[in-house]
């Protein structure tokens, strides 16, 4: 049980890490920084929209 909930713990970080960094960004934008740049290091949905942020 103690497994499964350390595991389940760090794959819920490794998948809301990037949702986080794009957050981030996104409220920099809203301030007025415009030079903002998120890198991208999947190739999955949240990749492109990182992506698409960045263009």
Do not use: C
Not at 4 to 24: E, F, H, K, N
């Amino acid at each position: 049980m103690l497994v499964a909930m350390v595991a389940s713990l760090l794959l819920t970080r490794r998948l809301v890490a990037p949702m986080r960094r794009l957050m981030r960004a996104a409220r920099a934008v809203a301030g007025g920084r415009l030079d903002v740049y998120v890198p991208t290091r999947s190739r999955d949905e949240l990749g492109l929209l990182t992506h698409t942020f960045n263009h």
